[in-house]
């Protein structure tokens, strides 16, 4: 879990942003909004599927195949 000390001279709006950015950095969101609700695997499955055919199909038309 990220977390900061704050010297006596450092303003709080600023320690607040590198906190917000080290809480970014170590996917706490993110990890949490996965655990938001559970998924069975087999969904878990199918969405990483369709996520790979939308990549691959991104790359094709930059490629210029399609």
Do not use: C, W
């Not at 320690?15 to 969904?43: D, T």
């Amino acid at each position: 879990m990220p977390g900061i000390h704050i010297g006596t001279n450092q303003a709080f709006d600023g320690a607040l942003r590198f906190f917000k950015k080290q809480v970014e950095k170590a996917g706490v969101i993110s990890e949490l909004k996965k655990r938001r609700h559970y998924e069975k695997p087999s969904i878990r499955l199918r969405k990483k599927s369709i996520a790979a055919r939308k990549r691959a199909m991104k790359n094709m038309r930059r490629m210029g195949q399609i």
